[in-house]
């Protein structure tokens, strides 16, 4: 007597719930289940995680019968099918204070690429005024540089902060690569 074929998913809670993270079921249809689901009814856990005011999310599906669900909650560990646990072997979830640290650190970097970017954008309108200087040394009394040096100077500061600027895109793929861990 074999069980239909279904959908077995796994919900994975914005917070444990004591010491639940996860919910595992099985529907024959997953969309009206998830909305029963998201008031509060269909499982006993998700009545009281819902009652405790935690969000949770779906995380990943399989497809498969009852047999395969009853498969899945005897391995047990939930948190390590959870994409949204990340890939860790033990206990998911970046602990509470590298979150912190990693939220403060992007959004410091975040802070610095938007200096950056003014930088350049002053950048961008010295080297306007540079053009319009007209390159007539020795008109005034003390010496000022010549069109032709200003250039430069313009040119290395526009060269220089490209350089940094790449330089900080290579750290940020690196830290997006390592989820932001420091
Ligand atoms: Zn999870």
């Known amino acids: 007597m074999g069980s239909p074929q279904g959908t077995v998913y796994l919900l994975h809670f914005d917070r444990p719930y004591e010491h639940a993270r996860h919910y595992t079921g099985w529907t024959t249809d997953l969309d009206s289940r998830l909305a029963e689901h998201a008031t509060g009814r269909g499982a006993r856990l998700l009545e009281v995680v819902s009652a405790a005011g935690i969000g949770w999310e779906l995380a990943r599906t399989w497809p498969g019968t009852r047999a395969r669900e009853r498969q899945l909650k005897r391995q047990g560990g939930a948190s390590r099918h959870c994409p949204m646990c990340g890939v860790k072997p033990r206990n998911g979830g970046l602990s509470v204070q ?31 005024l540079v053009k319009k200087h007209n390159g007539k040394p020795g008109d005034a009394a003390w010496s000022i540089p010549d069109r032709d040096e200003l250039e430069a100077a313009h040119k290395k500061a526009v060269d220089d902060l490209q350089a940094l600027r ?3 895109k290579k750290y940020e793929k690196e830290l997006v690569s390592r989820t932001w861990r420091v």
């Open 98 to 128: 590298v979150q912190a640290v990693n939220r403060q650190a992007q959004r410091k970097y975040a802070e610095f690429i938007g200096a950056l970017d003014f930088v350049r954008e002053v950048l961008t309108e010295a080297g306007k």
């Open 166 to 168: 790449s330089s900080a």
